[in-house]
Every structure is written in structure tokens, then in C-alpha cells.
């Protein structure tokens, strides 16, 4: 396997393709993202001409086959690159993997004609994807959706309110869950919806702790009319589709999760060398040094276990349980990592003139998205011990 090192990483990578693509996201992240990443965020602007140099690069389509547009790439690949996008800046790395969970309802379930008319642009020909499951009360409780698809002839009417909604508002296409049927998971089916659909519209973006640069918006559905060519799947397989895609997406976010982690713990490290107290660096001192320690191997643990979950994906295993616990035990490791950097720096942590305040804000976020942890405890315990007494 090739080895590759940066910024202290050491990597195992499965080919040479893999270690020269690892090394362009590096160029990049290092270029184009990591220097305008603070006056960006702070300024809540997000860098659509970066996502256009990333699709130009093909990186907005890596776990998917090259004859749809894809990459080829397997996903303990695509995930070390995420994780490298989001150590330069989070709201790029999170962006690419809601863009490809964008993309998994029709990769994975779509037609072949389907396949053929939309995913070659989606996938690196400059658009960017949302993924709408969510609701104003329907979070957790995803199956409680009520955002509704009325067949009408060949068409279908999609009426309703989607929330929480990553790139809400300038994304070029959506897919969407929506109720067909009756209550409960069985009743819903996906669609891809055009970001300039009539009826489509978005609320002005929530104002947020952290990842000001990343957009998310409510969508409002008013009379939206799809062909049916616009369905994906067959009706009623909308929420197993959706569930199919969070198990790979759970895995994006906990690669995010990682390049933030390291982020702060880079950071940490350097500010620990350079600052002096009692004639010396506070980093001969052994209290901070065992602080450095720790963040390192939560750092490195979080980065295991991501990647034994996408290894399973690759082999076509079973991986779900793992997915959960290692967006679990990765976005916990995130928060814990980048508080206990803000700690190193002291008051100077504590201040907006180093990142290492944006890395705290952020990675709270991580530990809600996709399904809280909470929600992946339920989903580690039901693998463990079946679902719960009724």
C-alpha cells in the first residue's frame, strides 16, 4: 500500500492514484481553501467558485463510477480527501459530503436512463446537491415527515416545508424525500427536484453558532410539479433509501469530524512550541504535554475507526453499526478536541484572532447533523441487542 505523510498524518493508502490524489487536495486545501477560510467565515460567504475548481478537479463525484462521471474512488479514499478539505475548512469538506449524499439516491437507485440524463453533471459538471429529509417537526423522528407528492397523470405535486437544509437556497438540485402514501416510513418516496423548480423557494438561512459560510435554509414546496422520470426508486422505497444514504453520509460527517480534530490539535501543538512561561516552552511542561497526548490519540482513534467502517463499505460488508459509532465516537472526539485547544492557547484560544474559537464553534454542529449522537447510540444498541421492547 502506498504511505503518505503530511502535517503529521501518515496514511495508508490502497494505490499510487490515491496517494497523487491526496496530494492535489493537499495543493489545494493548502492554496485555494486554508487562507481565506476565516475572513470567509466570519463574513458568512460561502465559496461556490471553489466548489466549481473542486468539480473542475474531480472531487465532487470520487466514490462513484467513472462511467456515470464518477471517480472510482473506494470510500476509505474519498473519505481521508473529505477529511482533508475539512482540516483546511469545514465548511468545504461538509459541503462536498452533503453533495455526495445529494447524489446517492440516484447513483445507488435511479435508472439506467436516469442515471445516463443527470449524474455526469452532478457529479463534475459544476452543479451542486442538498439532501432534504428533514422537517420543521420531523428531525430525529425522520419517518414523521409531512411534506406531501400528489400524483397528477404523469406528474407529481410536491407541497410542503423541508428544514435544516445544507446549501438551502443555491443549491442546483435536491432530492427529496416526500409522503406518497400513508404515515410511517412505507408512505414516502425520493425525488430529484431542480434547484430553479416553480414553486421552490427558500428561507433566509438560519443564523448559526458555527459554519456561517455554509448556508442552511428552510425550503418551501408550493405546487412544485415533477415528471415522473423525476422519482427515484419505486413509491414508498423513499425512507429505505434514505436510511441507505445516511450510512454512508454518517461516515462523511466522522471523516469531517477528524480534519477538524487534527486541525486544532495542529494547531495546538505549534502554539505549545512557540509560547514560553518560566524562562521555557510551555510545551516541557508535563501537565500540557499529557493534554497534547490525548488529543493525539483520540485524533488517531477517530481516524481507525472511520476507516474501518469504509474498508467494510468497500468490501461490500455489513457497516452500519460501525458507521454509527464512528460518527459517534468522531464528532464526540471533535468537540472534545478542539475545547481542550482552546485551552492550550489560553486566553489567545479565546479569541477570534486564532481559529482554534472557530474550531469549537463548529465542531458542536458535527455532534447534531445526520443524526444526533444520541440517535446513534439507538442505532449501536438496536445492532447490539435488537430494537427496543414494545
Given amino acids: 500500500m502506498a504511505e503518505s505523510t503530511a502535517g503529521g498524518v501518515q496514511r495508508r493508502l490502497p494505490t499510487d492514484e490515491a496517494r497523487e490524489l491526496l496530494s492535489l487536495v493537499r ?3 493548502r492554496r485555494d481553501i486554508a487562507p ?6 466570519a463574513a458568512g460567504r460561502f465559496p461556490r467558485e471553489l466548489f466549481a475548481l473542486l468539480s473542475r478537479s474531480g472531487l465532487l463525484g470520487l466514490p462513484y463510477g467513472p462511467e456515470c462521471g464518477g471517480g472510482g474512488q473506494p470510500y476509505e479514499v474519498y473519505l481521508q480527501v473529505l477529511e482533508e478539505l475539512a482540516a483546511a475548512r469545514l465548511t468545504v469538506g461538509l459541503g462536498v459530503s452533503v453533495h455526495t449524499l445529494s447524489c446517492h439516491a440516484l447513483a445507488g437507485f435511479g435508472t439506467a436512463e436516469q442515471r445516463a ?5 452532478m457529479l463534475g459538471g459544476g452543479l451542486l446537491g442538498a439532501y432534504c429529509l428533514s422537517e420543521p417537526s420531523a428531525g430525529s423522528d425522520a419517518a414523521a415527515l409531512r411534506t ?3 400524483r397528477e397523470g404523469e406528474e407529481w405535486v410536491l407541497d410542503g416545508t423541508k428544514a435544516w437544509i445544507t446549501h438551502g437556497g443555491i443549491a442546483d ?11 410511517g416510513a412505507r408512505g414516502i418516496t425520493a425525488f430529484l427536484v431542480p434547484g430553479d423548480a416553480p414553486g421552490l423557494s427558500a428561507a433566509p438561512p438560519e443564523r448559526k453558532m458555527g459554519m456561517r459560510g455554509s448556508p442552511t435554509a428552510q425550503l418551501h414546496f408550493d405546487g412544485v410539479r415533477l415528471a415522473d422520470d423525476r422519482r427515484l426508486g419505486g413509491e414508498g422505497q423513499g425512507f429505505s433509501i434514505a436510511l441507505d444514504a445516511l450510512d454512508a453520509g454518517r461516515l462523511g460527517i466522522a471523516a469531517c469530524a477528524v480534519g477538524l480534530a487534527q486541525a486544532a490539535l495542529d494547531r495546538a501543538v505549534a502554539y505549545a512550541k512557540e509560547r514560553r512561561q518560566f524562562g521555557r516552552p510551555i510545551a516541557d511542561f508535563q501537565g500540557l504535554r499529557f493534554l497534547l497526548a490525548d488529543m493525539a490519540t483520540r485524533v488517531e482513534a477517530g481516524r481507525a475507526l472511520y476507516l474501518e467502517a469504509a474498508r467494510l463499505r468497500d468490501e461490500g460488508r455489513p457497516f452500519g453499526r460501525c458507521a454509527a459509532m464512528a460518527k459517534l465516537f468522531c464528532a464526540d472526539a471533535a468537540m472534545q478536541t478542539t475545547t481542550d485547544a482552546v485551552q492550550v492557547l489560553g486566553g489567545y484560544g479565546y479569541t477570534a484572532d486564532f481559529p482554534v474559537e472557530r474550531y469549537l464553534r463548529e465542531a458542536k454542529v458535527l455532534q447534531i447533523v445526520e443524526g444526533t449522537n444520541q440517535i446513534q447510540r439507538v442505532v449501536i444498541a438496536r445492532h447490539l441487542v435488537g430494537t427496543e421492547f414494545r
Fill in 173 to 183: 438540485f435536491y432530492t427529496v424525500m416526500a409522503r406518497t402514501g400513508g404515515p
Fill in 27 to 29: 495543493d489545494i486545501a
Fill in 36 to 41: 481565506y477560510a476565516a475572513e470567509e467565515e
Fill in 148 to 150: 406531501r407528492a400528489v
Fill in 117 to 121: 440524463a443527470h449524474l455526469p453533471a
